[in-house]
């Protein structure tokens, strides 16, 4: 157990559906990490945000969208799925994002199949 | 961020040493390297990390020359457990988000 909490593990949905996963960061982590992982893309960075403020945006979609909450969960925000969102998602956290890669923790990650 | 370079796929067989070279030929000042190990359908997992020399802990070694612009990992005695993707990251310290930029990796196959 990473320390980091993704749920649910697995998502099963039809085109066109709107879907939210959760991510419970590390206790004391203050930034919290999204990534997409498919097979033909490899790890994606998303978006990020450091203690409830957006702070860096990848490569997301606008028909995605995150939020961290006061208590520092995050949710990221699928909309209107098609076929080619299907990926593992990951969420990570880290204490400090000047931290470097080393406070980078990864949860087990969320299979979101559309289907 | 530098660019980083490794190979896509690597073999080896249980017992022996494996190394996975990562070139970053603009790696800058303040950066450091990074490696991650992952499994299938598992998060990334830190290895280890280093800015010049030679680091080790109880899992690998990373060995990085003078110049900075390449870097080693040494995996010892390899199992068959360590098959997994492994990727090699090059950290700007200095940015305000710390985001990590992953790679493709190198997707090491050990054999019996």
């Known amino acids: 157990d990473s320390g980091v909490t993704q749920t649910p593990k697995h998502l099963i949905t039809a085109t066109g559906q709107r879907v939210t996963l959760r991510c419970s960061p590390r206790?004391?982590?203050?930034?919290v990490y999204w990534y997409q992982q498919s097979l033909d893309q490899g790890l994606q960075f998303l978006i990020q945000?450091?203690?409830?403020?957006?702070?860096a945006k990848g490569n997301i979609l606008e028909r995605f969208s995150a939020q961290q909450f006061p208590d520092l969960h995050s949710e990221l925000n699928l909309s209107s799925l098609e076929l080619g969102d299907s990926a593992l998602y990951f969420c990570a956290s880290s204490v400090d994002p000047l931290q470097g890669g080393y406070g980078y923790t990864f949860g087990s990650g969320t299979r979101l199949t559309v289907v | 961020l530098a660019k980083t370079t490794q190979p896509i796929s690597m073999d080896s067989y249980e017992g022996q040493e494996v190394n996975i070279t990562c070139s970053h030929n603009?790696?800058?000042?303040?950066?450091?390297i990074t490696w991650y190990q992952q499994f299938p359908s598992q998060g990334p997992r830190f290895i280890i990390q280093?800015?010049?020399t030679k680091v080790t802990n109880e899992v690998a070694s990373l060995f990085i020359p003078a110049d900075r612009k390449s870097s080693t990992l040494s995996l010892p005695r390899v199992s068959l457990s360590d098959t997994a993707v492994y990727y090699c990251?090059?950290?700007?310290?200095?940015?305000?988000?710390?985001?990590?930029?992953f790679g493709q990796g190198t997707t090491l196959q050990v054999k019996p």
């Open positions: 945000y450091y203690n409830g403020e957006e702070r």
């Open positions: 603009n790696i800058a000042t303040n950066d450091y």
């Open positions: 206790s004391g982590d203050l930034s």
């Open positions: 990251l090059v950290g700007d310290g200095s940015s305000n988000t710390g985001k990590l930029i």
């Open positions: 280093g800015y010049k």
